[in-house]
């Protein structure tokens, strides 16, 4: 059996074990320290260049994390309604359930793949009509491809509702320059194992008031009050990034936008080689629309051949490719939630797959995947 090729996995830049090894010979080896702030500045430089000042970030356990502590700070509780993208990784909705908050779900358009800024729209208006304005919109930006933000953000200023970004998959993407992160009032970033980087597991809360990314702080430390006893005037959390973890994290921020470039080389790539067939459909970038393209996907469009004949076809020769993300709206854990749309995410799910795209794929690599995609096809 040849060596097996992930879907997304880790790609050290060389930097992380001398942030790692400061912590260590400082003795920082808790869940604060340099590498932390120093990690939260670079985050925020990264996103905001022009004015680093004006975006606030606190690095945090997982990007779960981060969307569970943004809800509550937009003060989502028990029985609340919170609209959210319906085709996405289960961990943007799960935190709505944490709350004891009822999920919306928003179907998906073809042009992004993310949420239908019609179907929000028509579900505001139904929700509003029942009595239950939802308290939240949760958009997400799935395998790097922005979601219609201005359309979206329009829609969330009409009916004055927050909105809580997932760019867990997005770092790096932007529209006309304006990155992922920075449209809604609250982001969550994630540096999983298999994101575009990674702090082995970790996450960040973004946000523009400085307040808001200082509550994190607090929360996410068990909500300690400043006095020299254990004093709590709020139920905390213990979702901080510990300096370890950051460290790593600083080592792959220097080398993100190498990453971006390299992700993008694979889309470039797969475009390049697949164009012979009309079977194979890449998720194009709209004009302006800039995708850090985590993962490379594709729709297949033939009359016999399916995406589950192209997946057992590559997992058979130790290839891993993986289906689109199933809709929420169809998973049994979520099945009586209110769901607004028309079968455009189902319709992606069913034929769509993400294919192998780490940013340290080799050219051997890309060779095994080519020659087992076209052995389909012959
Ligand atoms: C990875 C991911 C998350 C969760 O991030 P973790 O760091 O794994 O908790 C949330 N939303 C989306 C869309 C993701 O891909």
Request: net charge neutral.
């Amino acid at each position: 059996m040849q060596p097996k090729i992930w879907l997304s996995s880790p790609h050290m830049g060389g930097n992380e074990s001398k942030f790692v090894n400061e912590a260590f010979d400082s003795n920082w080896v808790a869940p604060l320290g340099p590498n932390v702030n120093g990690l939260e500045k670079d985050i925020a430089r990264f996103l905001l260049p022009e004015n680093e000042n004006n975006i606030h970030v606190a690095a945090l356990s997982s990007g779960t994390a981060a969307i569970h502590l943004g809800l509550i700070l937009l003060g989502i509780k028990a029985g609340d309604e919170v609209i959210c993208q319906s085709m996405t990784f289960s961990a943007s909705a799960n935190p709505i359930a944490y709350q004891g908050a009822t999920p919306v779900f928003i179907d998906s358009e073809s042009d992004t793949w993310n949420m239908s800024p019609q179907f929000l729209e028509k579900a505001i208006k139904d929700r509003i009509a029942k009595g239950r304005k939802p308290k939240a919109i949760i958009p997400v930006h799935l395998y790097g491809m922005p979601a219609k933000m201005d359309e979206i953000m329009a829609i969330a200023n009409q009916y004055e509702i927050p909105v809580l970004e997932d760019a867990a998959e997005a770092l790096g993407s932007h529209i006309n320059g304006k990155m992922c992160g920075t449209y809604g009032v609250i982001a969550a970033l994630s540096f999983n194992g298999n994101k575009i980087i990674t702090t082995s597991g970790g996450g960040a809360m973004v946000a523009h008031q400085p307040e808001l990314a200082e509550k994190a702080r607090f929360l996410s430390t068990q909500a300690r009050d400043p006095a020299p006893h254990y004093l709590h005037s709020h139920i905390g959390y213990n979702y901080r990034m510990s300096n370890i973890c950051a460290g790593i994290g600083r080592g792959q921020m220097e080398v993100l936008p190498q990453r971006v470039l390299q992700r993008r080389a694979n889309f470039e790539w797969y475009g390049k080689v697949l164009n012979d067939t009309d079977a194979i459909q890449l998720l194009k970038e709209p004009d302006g629309y800039y995708s850090n393209h985590w993962l490379t996907t594709v729709l297949i469009k033939h009359p016999v051949i399916t995406r589950e004949t192209i997946r057992l076809a590559l997992d058979k020769v130790n290839i891993e490719s993986r289906p689109l993300w199933k809709p929420m709206h169809c998973q049994p854990v979520f099945k009586d939630a209110p769901f607004y749309g028309d079968g455009t995410a189902e319709k992606l799910f069913e034929n769509g797959l993400c294919l192998p795209s780490g940013s340290n794929l080799t050219d051997e690599e890309r060779n095994r995947i080519l020659t087992a995609i076209r052995a389909v096809f012959s």
